[in-house]
């Protein structure tokens, strides 16, 4: 699915994630749902119980779940909108075909950095990377303290160079819902340039909501 919503869904409200008894989904995730585009598939990464699955779903997204934690994913089999992958994404080959394609990628929580170019290659045209997880800095006030699981500061924008455009970036401290240090971005991919002018598309609009 292509293109994107210049403002918020139109659709029901999602149901909250608290209602399943798996806590909410992050405000980060929450604040740029808009700008996937309206029906698009979506792949939550590392999923776990599928906090962000259920968000999206109830939102109209057909999602695929992904997580090596299959009685996690068993949480979600009422939700005929999902698809669950168990797979091991550190120590087993990627689960998906080579040519599968998202409106939106969805990584929190997480951090394996050798699947990086996979998330990138798994975005549609005009598809959201949005990518929340703790950075250095967290060993002050807890876990994750080990420096593998700890983005050092820029690192996403390294990421996504040259590749994606971004829309919002924040590196520092959250005190709620528990003290963290924590990198995040949301990034899209760009039209193609027109060589031409006949030819050449408008620039979406990126609603920074909020």
Not at 31 to 52: C, I, K, P
Not at 59 to 88: F, W
Request: glycine share 10%.
């Amino acid at each position: 699915m292509t293109g994107f919503s210049s403002s918020r869904s139109d659709s029901a409200a999602p149901v909250p994630a608290s209602a399943h008894g798996i806590g909410e989904p992050s405000r980060w995730v929450r604040h740029w749902t808009h700008l996937v585009a309206a029906g698009g598939a979506v792949l939550d990464v590392a999923s776990g119980a599928g906090r962000h699955a259920r968000w999206f779903a109830a939102a109209g997204h057909p999602v695929t779940a992904v997580d090596r934690d299959a009685q996690a994913l068993h949480g979600l089999r009422d939700e005929p909108s999902i698809d669950m992958l168990v797979a091991d994404l550190e120590g087993g080959p990627w689960p998906l075909r080579d040519d599968a394609r998202f409106a939106a990628v969805v990584v929190t929580h997480y951090l394996h950095r050798p699947l990086f170019p996979r998330l990138l290659r798994s975005l549609a045209p005009g598809g959201v990377l949005i990518y929340e997880t703790f950075a250095q800095g967290n060993e002050s006030v807890g876990k994750p303290s080990n420096p593998a699981f700890l983005l050092a500061p820029g690192e996403l924008l390294d990421v996504v160079r040259g590749h994606l455009r971004v829309v919002a970036y924040q590196d520092g401290f959250l005190a709620e819902p528990r003290p963290a240090y924590v990198q995040r971005i949301c990034a899209v991919v760009p039209p193609a340039p027109s060589t031409d002018p006949a030819r050449a598309v408008p620039l979406p609009c990126y609603e920074l909501a909020g």
